[in-house]
């Protein structure tokens, strides 16, 4: 989907670019991608980049055009895994500003894609809209870590008294999620700091305030996505024992009930046999057999609970 706007506060869509303007674009189709070559001059290598699900961020310019690429999340229940991320690009010229993400997301949604809460302002500064858009990035990666977090809770509670490997599956995606956050919020972070270091000289104090901002909200990130990525490492271990335990205790209680079930076989058996016995002329023998059995069995469960085998 291409949208362009006139300026980077949004809400202002125009039908055809003008200097100055923004086009943001997700999901593409073919044909956008065709238009963003033809129209809008991005080389075919810079889009490549930005829609390869793998590619690293960075920040690179040329002698016509800069581009500074971040990673994002995404949720999504489809993809093997709750949470991902994917590059956002965002390819700069003299005339106007390109952002492309190779799915819909959060931090640029179709539907509200301004990150300005004053939207009737135009804003044409593209360092404030960059700092802006990792800022957002930082909160929503903060926002998808507490949700990972409840998630795990949830799957703990599961966990306790499972003997199936179905919830240490779901621990497992979890742990790759933040494996996912944590290695893109490093490289957002080197980002950051080259931003911070081939700008210092330009940016304005509010930019600059901006771009700390930023910082502190990619570090902190970081630091959650670091400290629930170790959590979850040393609980995998953990709850694999207690499943294996847990799986231990239905086999003892099992094994209880088989050895309790087996006396009044043995009983009977004897009884049974074509041999004779003082019981085998009694009206009552039958009763007294199946009594004993029961009496039999009934010490039997009493011992092993003093035992706690069940």
Known sequence: MLKIFKSFGGFTEITHAEDGCWVNVSQPTHEEIARLQLEFDV???????????DERPRYEFDDDWSLVLLRIPVQSINNGVPYYTVPLGIFMTENHTITLCSVLNEVLPNEQPSIYREHYQPVHDVLNFIFKLFLRSGTTYLRHLKQINQQTALIEQDLEKSIKNKELNKLLKMEKCLVYFVT?????????????????KSLSEVNEDLLEDAIIENKQALEMAQIYSDIQSGMMDAFASVISNNLNVVLKRLT????I????????????MNVPNFLENSKIGFFIIVLGSGITSFIAAIVFRK????
């Open 43 to 53: 080389p075919e290598e810079v889009l490549r980049d930005i829609l390869d699900v």
């Open 307 to 310: 035992l706690k085998w069940f």
């Open 261 to 272: 079930l087996m006396i009044p076989t043995l009983i009977s058996s004897l009884f049974g």
């Open 184 to 200: 893109s919020l490093k490289a957002n972070e080197i980002v950051l700091t080259r931003l911070k270091n081939s700008k210092k």
């Open 256 to 259: 209880s009930i088989s050895i």
